[in-house]
Every structure is written in C-alpha cells, then in structure tokens.
C-alpha cells in the first residue's frame, strides 16, 4: 500500500478561515485525478468520513474541509448567514484556491445535495458524481424518514411524536428516543466509531440547516446531469431505497449499489467493500483497469 501524508491549511471566503485537508500518497498517479468529499449535516463536519482516507494509498488525492460553520472552519454566528448558495459559493472557492480543475466530487447525505447543486451548475472539470445516501428532495426525506419509525419499538414511537408535537426536542427524554431512531437508521454499529462521535462534538449549531433546506426539491432536474454518477447508499438508510431510487430512475447512466447490512453510513459500517466499490467505480471513469 502507497504511504500517504496529509496537509491541513485554511483558504479565506467571504473574510472567514475555511478549513480544509489534502491527503496525498507518496507516489501520485498521473492518471488518477482528486476526489473531493463533502459532509453532511449541514454542520456535520469531515471527522466522520475518515474512512475514506484511504482512497489516497491507490495514488489519488483526497480532499476534505469543514464547510463554514462547524468543525475546524470559522463559526460565524449569524444564522442569516447561511444558506445553500452559500455554500455552493464555497464550493467553487475551494476549488479555485487548490486548483482543483479536474475532479471527481463525493458528497454524503447533505453533501450529496451540494454535490447535486454543483453538478447542476454545469461546471468544468466535474468527472464524476459519487452520492452517498442523498435525497433529490427534502421533503421525501422527511416523509420516508418517518415512516421508518413505525420500525421502533412503539413506546419509542410515541415519544418522539409527543415531544416534536410539543416543541420539547431538547429534553433528555426525546435524545434516548433519539438514540434508538439513530442506532437503527444512521449508523449501527455499536458503539459508534470515534470518527462519528468526534464529528458530532464539533457539529456547527448556527446554519438553522431543517428551516433553510426543507423546501430543496430538484427531482425535476435530474435529467440535466450528464456526468457519471454511482450512488451508495444502506438497506436501513434513513435516506431509504425509495429515495435512492428516485435519483437513480432520475439520472440516465447511474450506478447503484446497496449496502445490505449498513444504514446511513456504510462507509463506516462496511468500509473494506465501499472502498472496493468507490475505488472500482473511479478506476472505470477513467478507464483505469479495475
């Protein structure tokens, strides 16, 4: 395996410090281009995409940052602040300041939804689209992600309910329950990595993300995106299969593989088989041999 080493620096927009990591292997191959990774949230920084790290030790650079907001990137604490242009504006600021002219771009959950964004805006350089667990609607989202409810214990059930329809969701009572919804649809391993739970310790409180995002519906849009694309995504994903299926079914040519004993995370949850997949699908774009 190519030995690998990593650069953390900052990039300036809009007058704040933007984190970001550049993890290089030793040896480059000239043919493999970089493959940029967007978290989710919004606010959830990198930490949890470690993983993902080692798709360096094939010869590739792996890029990540901590969109403004959350992580190691200024927190600026105005809520009007943020929105979804605003980080699609990021996006290309960090894409300038590297120099990164050819990519492959992977976006997990939120990430996915910038990543779509992008994709959408026709730019240069995008080779590839690599969606992780990624609605094309919000609101679909939230639906299927309640649905999924009717899968924990009813006592369970009817906690979150009470305490959503009373607005009580900072009680100790609501995150128990929480953590059942969690452990079931987001990440099953238990416990959860450290990469997870240092990722959620640095979560960034100040982008309102459900109030700026719920209406984010680009469904009808699918069609206008030409590059390859794979998406990824668990059996017990909170972005459940039918979700999935609506980007898949929505953009012509793109691969789907499933995740069968995984949730939202099966990067973390089957880490040695999403890397093959990952790594193979890369290779294919390129026209690298597998």
């Known amino acids: 395996m190519t030995v690998t080493s990593a650069i953390e620096d900052f990039i300036s927009f809009r007058g704040y410090q933007v984190w970001y990591c550049i993890v290089k292997p030793d040896r480059e191959d000239s043919g493999k281009l970089p493959l940029l990774c967007l978290h989710g949230g919004p606010g959830v920084p990198h930490d949890y995409l470690e993983p993902l790290e080692a798709i360096a030790a094939t010869g590739r650079q792996v890029i990540f940052y901590d969109q403004l907001g959350c ?99 900072q009680g100790h009572e609501y995150k128990q329950a929480m953590e059942v919804f969690n452990h079931s649809f987001l990440c099953r391993i238990d416990p959860w990595p450290s990469s997870l739970t240092r990722a959620y310790s640095k979560v960034g409180t100040d982008f309102r993300g459900a109030g700026k995002i719920i209406d984010w519906n680009i469904q ?66 390129e026209g690298h041999a597998d």
């Open 71 to 169: 992580g190691n990137s200024d927190r600026p604490t105005d809520p009007n602040l943020y929105s979804i242009d605003l980080f699609k504006e990021e996006l290309f600021a960090i894409r300038s300041a590297l120099n990164l002219d050819q990519i492959h771009l992977f976006g997990q959950s939120w990430g996915g939804c910038l990543a779509l964004e992008h994709a959408l805006s026709q730019p240069t350089g995008l080779v590839s689209l690599v969606l992780a667990s990624t609605p094309s609607s919000i609101q679909q989202f939230v639906t299927e992600a309640y649905s999924l409810m009717n899968d924990l214990p009813i006592e369970v059930q009817e906690v979150i309910r009470k305490h959503e329809a009373d607005g009580t969701t």
């Open 220 to 285: 009808d849009r699918l069609g206008e995106i030409v590059v390859p694309t794979l998406l990824l995504s668990g059996r017990y994903d909170e972005v459940t299969p039918t979700c999935v299926e609506t980007v898949h079914r929505g953009i012509s040519g793109s691969e789907w593989v499933m995740f069968e004993n995984s949730s939202h995370m099966p990067h973390l949850e089957e880490t040695e088989r999403f890397l093959q997949v990952l790594d193979e699908f890369l290779n294919r774009v």
